[in-house]
């Protein structure tokens, strides 16, 4: 079946700098990614959308600038949070849909601003 | 604004169907019904989907009612790993239709 691999699994960063999270679809070509985050005990809750090749619609309330999406491939998505903050910690999951391919998650990023 | 209305938490006991409720009574014609679980700090897992018929997979059963406005996803056997988190979203087709995550059912497998 359709396989996406999201690294990395957890990472830890200084207050101010940048995380870069990369997702792939492994076996097929993902033509729509969607960012999620997931604080605890909450549901997903859906970032942003992006086609390949063009730039990412948000949601409502997100920050274009803060959250940063490339999908620059059919195979490869990723999110940059700059500047991060403690607030910003949270689970980040994405997920790639494809042609027949349904939608297909990541295993997640656990991002911890300390 | 998720489209779906679950019960918070449900248990069941190990060894006997679980069964999960999902009103989604605005439904169109041209939505899906899909199903994901996520067991703690994992990403969510694909279960089941379908559009008016009742689905079965090596997972799951899924039966829509005649007029779509609920669904009842059926764990045959439900053993101790199928405690998760349980979440039910309507789609338009096309995978570029995003999914709107409600807040889901916790499902609790006793043993």
């Known amino acids: 079946g359709a396989v996406v691999s999201q690294h990395p699994s957890w ?3 200084k207050s101010g700098t940048s995380v870069k999270i990369e997702c792939r679809s492994l076996d097929f070509q993902a033509t ?19 086609n390949e090749g063009s730039k990412a619609t948000y949601e409502q309330g997100v920050e274009k600038d803060k959250f940063l999406i490339n999908h620059a491939s059919l195979t490869l998505s990723t999110l940059t949070v700059t500047s991060a903050h403690p607030e910003d910690s949270s689970f980040y999951i994405c997920s790639a849909s494809g042609r027949g391919s349904g939608y297909t998650f990541g295993s997640g990023t656990r991002l911890t601003v300390v | ?10 248990d069941c006991a190990e ?29 969510p897992q694909y279960i089941i989907h379908g559009l008016k018929n009742n689905e079965t997979n090596e997972m799951a059963s899924l039966i829509i ?3 779509r406005k609920s669904s009842t996803l059926i764990l045959p056997h439900a053993t101790l790993r199928d405690t998760a988190v349980y979440y039910c979203i309507v789609t338009s087709t096309g995978g570029a239709q995003k999914l709107v995550f409600g807040q889901g059912t916790r499902l609790t497998i006793n043993p």
């Open chain 1, 11 to 13: 990472v830890i960063c």
């Open chain 1, 32 to 50: 729509t990614m969607f960012w999620y985050r997931q604080f605890p005990k909450q549901s997903l809750m859906l970032m942003a959308t992006s």
């Open chain 2, 1 to 10: 604004d998720a489209k779906t209305t679950q019960p918070p938490s449900m």
């Open chain 2, 15 to 43: 060894g006997r169907a679980a069964n999960l409720p999902c009103n989604h009574s605005t439904i169109s014609g041209n939505e899906y019904v899909y199903w994901y679980r996520q067991i703690h700090s994992q990403g």
């Open chain 2, 65 to 67: 009612t005649e007029d």
